[in-house]
């Protein structure tokens, strides 16, 4: 069973970068789709990105143009490239597969999430 190890986050100003990594357990991370979702106290998960199997990649409309999601499945990790950031970016970050990434980014229970990265950005 794949298990991933969110890393990256941390304490950023607005207007920064960071690069978040979702490092899987097995090879076998390749045959899947890989999505990011955030949660930040008192609000409810959003999505964020995917990137399927493929390479096809998908955003969150609050997101698009700042965030880029990539895969290197000889390291078997995904990374999420996080750019421009804003305080409203602040959240808890967590990895995990997804049955589907296309138009819409649907949470998926089963995805084996990990245990997420903090992601923090002052104004």
């Known amino acids: 069973q794949l298990q991933f190890v969110e890393s990256g986050g941390g304490l950023v100003q607005s207007g920064g970068s960071l690069r978040l990594s979702c490092t899987a357990s097995?090879?076998?991370?390749?045959?899947?789709?890989i999505g990011w979702f955030r949660q930040a106290p008192g609000k409810e998960r959003e999505a964020v990105s995917c990137?399927?199997?493929?390479?096809?990649?998908n955003y969150a409309r609050s997101v698009k143009g700042r965030f880029t999601i990539s895969r290197d499945n000889a390291k078997n990790t995904v990374y999420l490239q996080m750019s421009n950031l804003e305080p409203d970016d602040t959240a808890v970050y967590y990895c995990g597969t997804l049955p589907g990434c296309a138009a819409a980014i649907v949470w998926y229970g089963g995805g084996n999430w990990g245990q997420g990265t903090q992601v923090t950005v002052s104004s």
């Open positions: 097995q090879s076998t991370m390749r045959d899947y789709n």
């Open positions: 990137i399927s199997s493929g390479g096809s990649t």
